[in-house]
């Protein structure tokens, strides 16, 4: 049986896996064009893309063996992150074809987030698109599925209400604050923000809507948090540079950290050695850390005086409006099923690409021979140059008129199933009776191609 080439997804994310092991394998956004170059230097992976977020690190792929590509790639995540393969596998998840295309369309729509109908994550597909535009990383088949995935997560949430009241990570986290804080020391409460990116400023703006007054925010540098400034008029903004941070965070109630430091920034013995907070709020200061990897050691919550939540901990937040989650989520995959299967008709009608192009090559071959058999045979004396001109025009027509037939049963526009499993059967007839066997010619020489270029690398 002939193993044709798969579209796959392999990876963790909040639903599968701790942030202790996501934060091993997750991919700054800088780092995603290596990344890919990495992936597709593998034997039997012919396209890739990463998305590496807070919540979820995923790799999704063209792989031309299905066994040989997933192996691959787990030794890559394996490899990257010091992790086992053995107990890697105990948190991935692995998908293939419509399924991993529904997949990235459920993530692109807010459905897979741990907010439902989250907007950040929808940008960061747009970025995994622009990203890949700008280094020429993403191969045709999985920048369609992602320019898809993005017109299916514009869809439904401008079609359904499922971003109508959807709370995000950055508002999550200051929801989960203010229900540790006694609630009549919310207000109160003296506010520390670590990071002014997009994080950040979502941080900011939800404890002004909750009615906080003040936050100190530490960036390194002042630009960000003046602009913060600028935007949130109603609540006051004091800036601290980085080398304040821990003199900062000695003055705060609550610190929440959101940066892309690949580093702890709070250790035990830093947190240890911050003066306990005022008795009214329970002497306990409160490290809410938004950041993959974390900024904010574990170990931190053995000190007495401090208690620790991170990404994972925004369950007990989200869990309360379940049941609109599920009704909201029904709503939405009709919309999914309606892009995956424009999706799906498109992806299909490539596979007929590699037949058209054989069949007029041998057709073309053919007409090549017989012609200069023709011209032998008359001489070359006998011809006058637009004679002979005449006669290849001659033999160029009668092919086309030959090959018109069967290949305009080859291309479909993929939106009539019926239609679409008609031009499959005609491929496979056609290669058949040609003996093209594109699909395998096709799949050998791709995996010849790469494995002689690592050789050629090595």
């Given at each position: 049986m002939?193993e044709?080439?798969?579209i796959?997804?392999i990876?963790?994310?909040?639903?599968?896996?701790?942030?202790?092991?996501?934060?091993?394998l997750?991919?700054a956004?800088?780092?995603?064009?290596r990344a890919?170059?990495?992936?597709?230097n593998?034997?039997h992976?012919e396209?890739?893309?990463?998305?590496?977020?807070?919540?979820?690190m995923?790799?999704?792929?063209?792989?031309?063996?299905?066994?040989?590509?997933?192996?691959?790639i787990?030794?890559w995540?394996?490899k990257?992150s010091?992790?086992?393969v053995?107990?890697?596998r105990?948190h991935?998840?692995m998908l293939?074809d419509?399924?991993a295309?529904?997949?990235?369309?459920?993530?692109?729509?807010g459905?897979?987030s741990l907010?439902?109908g989250e907007?950040?994550i929808?940008?960061?597909?747009?970025q995994?698109?622009r990203?890949?535009q700008?280094?020429?990383?993403l191969?045709?088949?999985?920048?369609r599925?992602?320019k898809?995935?993005?017109?299916?997560?514009k869809?439904?949430?401008?079609?359904?209400?499922i971003s109508?009241?959807?709370?995000?990570?950055s508002?999550?986290?200051?929801?989960?604050?203010l229900?540790?804080?006694p609630k009549?020391?919310?207000l109160?409460?003296?506010?520390?923000l670590?990071?002014a990116g997009?994080?950040?400023?979502l941080?900011?703006k939800?404890l002004?809507?909750?009615?906080c007054?003040?936050?100190?925010?530490v960036?390194?540098?002042?630009?960000?948090?003046?602009?913060?400034?600028?935007?949130m008029?109603g609540?006051e903004i004091v800036?601290?540079?980085l080398?304040?941070?821990?003199?900062?965070a000695?003055?705060?109630?609550v610190?929440?950290?959101?940066?892309?430091?690949?580093s702890?920034?709070?250790?035990?013995?830093?947190?240890?050695?911050?003066?306990p907070?005022?008795?009214?709020l329970?002497?306990v200061?409160?490290f809410?850390?938004?950041?993959?990897p974390r900024n904010?050691?574990?170990?931190?919550s053995d000190v007495?005086?401090?208690?620790?939540?991170?990404?994972?901990?925004?369950?007990?937040v989200v869990e309360a409006n379940?049941?609109?989650?599920?009704?909201?989520?029904?709503?939405?995959?009709?919309i999914?099923s309606e892009?995956?299967?424009r999706?799906e008709?498109?992806?299909?009608?490539?596979?007929t690409?590699?037949?058209?192009k054989?069949?007029?090559?041998?057709?073309?071959?053919?007409?090549?021979s017989?012609?200069?058999?023709?011209?032998q045979k008359?001489?070359?004396?006998?011809?006058?140059?637009?004679m002979r001109?005449?006669?290849?025009q001659l033999?160029t027509?009668?092919?086309?008129?030959?090959?018109?037939g069967?290949?305009q049963h080859?291309r479909?526009?993929?939106?009539?199933?019926r239609?679409?499993?008609?031009t499959?059967?005609?491929?496979?007839a056609?290669?058949?009776?040609?003996?093209?066997d594109?699909e395998?010619?096709?799949?050998?020489?791709?995996?010849?191609?790469?494995?002689?270029?690592q050789?050629?690398?090595?």
């Open positions: 002939k044709k080439s798969s796959a997804v990876g963790l994310s909040i639903h599968t896996a701790p942030v202790e092991m996501r934060e091993k997750a991919v956004e800088e780092l995603w064009p890919v170059a990495e992936l597709t593998l034997n992976i396209e890739a893309a990463v998305l590496s977020t807070c919540n979820r995923e790799i999704y792929v063209v792989a031309l063996s299905w066994n040989r590509g997933i192996r691959e787990v030794d995540m394996s990257k010091g992790i086992p053995s107990e890697l105990e991935l998840f293939r419509s399924d295309t529904r997949h990235l369309f459920e993530v692109s729509s459905l897979d907010v439902l907007g950040q929808l940008a960061q597909v747009k995994v698109v990203s890949g700008n280094s020429g990383g191969g045709k088949n999985i920048d599925m992602f898809d995935a993005i017109t299916a997560g869809r439904v949430r401008s079609e359904t209400n109508c009241g959807a709370v995000s990570v508002s999550a986290a200051v929801e989960l604050a229900m540790k804080l009549s020391e919310c109160s409460a003296r506010m520390l670590i990071g997009k994080m950040g400023r941080v900011a939800h002004a809507a909750k009615g007054t003040k936050v100190v925010i960036n390194r540098s002042v630009e960000r948090v003046d602009a913060i400034r600028e935007e008029k609540i800036y601290r540079p080398t304040e941070m821990y003199e900062a000695a003055d705060a109630d610190v929440f950290t959101s940066t892309s430091s690949e702890p920034l709070f250790t035990k013995e830093r947190a240890e050695a911050l003066p907070v005022s008795g009214a329970g002497g200061r409160l809410v850390d938004i950041s993959v904010v050691s574990a170990c931190v007495g005086h401090a208690r620790v939540y991170n990404v994972d901990d925004l369950k007990e379940k049941e609109d989650r599920l009704r909201k989520a029904m709503e939405a995959q009709t999914i892009e995956l299967k999706f008709a498109w992806r299909d009608s490539m596979e690409v590699p037949t058209i054989k069949l007029r090559s041998y057709a073309d071959r053919i007409r090549a017989e012609l200069d058999k023709c011209l008359i001489g070359e004396d006998a011809l006058t140059k637009k001109k005449s006669i290849e033999s027509g009668i092919v086309n008129r030959l090959l018109h069967p290949l080859l479909c526009d993929g939106t009539d199933s239609t679409l499993d008609e499959l059967e005609n491929m496979h056609l290669n058949r009776m040609f003996g093209l594109t395998k010619a096709v799949m050998e020489q791709k995996i010849k191609t790469k494995v002689e270029k050789q050629t690398q090595n």
